[in-house]
């Protein structure tokens, strides 16, 4: 009885290890780098489209940046109340907000989220991983007239 042995074919998955890089970010030409503050505007100017979003920043943040644009020629941070962690191909983003009184948060949140994913993922094709958001005010209407009329003081 003769032992017929049959040969191994090689797999067909281990013949060529796929490139590591699949990123629109990398190619054979050469790779892009997004850096954060460009993930961190994107992020910033993305969640202020969203109506119901009044701020973005907490107290402190928000108060500098009142303090700055009062400064000829100066203008707010387009990326205040917003953190971002970057690395090669992905992206996650923290947010802190203040919204309108009377929008629903659970929503707001959603409309957020959806948009910032959108934005930065289209313009740096990084994948955005999570957006976390914390909402850290209500704004209610007539509370900025209020602060006004304590800043002028009592005597004109």
């Excluded at 629109?24 to 910033?44: E, F, M, N, P, R």
């Excluded at 109506?51 to 500098?64: D, K, S």
């Excluded at 929008?103 to 948009?115: E, Y």
């Amino acid at each position: 009885m003769t032992n017929t042995a049959t040969t191994a074919k090689p797999n067909s998955n281990s013949a060529a290890p796929a490139p590591a890089e699949n990123s629109a970010l990398a190619s054979t030409q050469g790779v892009t780098t997004i850096a954060d503050t460009v993930v961190q505007k994107v992020a910033g100017l993305a969640t202020r489209e969203i109506t119901g979003v009044h701020a973005l920043g907490g107290g402190a943040v928000r108060a500098f940046n009142a303090l700055r644009e009062r400064i000829p020629g100066a203008t707010a941070s387009a990326g205040q109340g917003v953190s971002v962690e970057v690395g090669e191909r992905q992206a996650a983003v923290d947010l802190q907000i203040v919204v309108e009184y009377g929008v629903a948060i659970a929503d707001l949140a959603k409309s957020v989220r959806r948009n910032v994913i959108g934005a930065v993922e289209q313009m740096t094709g990084l994948e955005v991983v999570e957006v976390n958001i914390n909402v850290s005010d209500v704004h209610i209407p007539g509370d900025d007239d209020a602060d006004e009329h304590t800043e002028s003081g009592r005597v004109q």
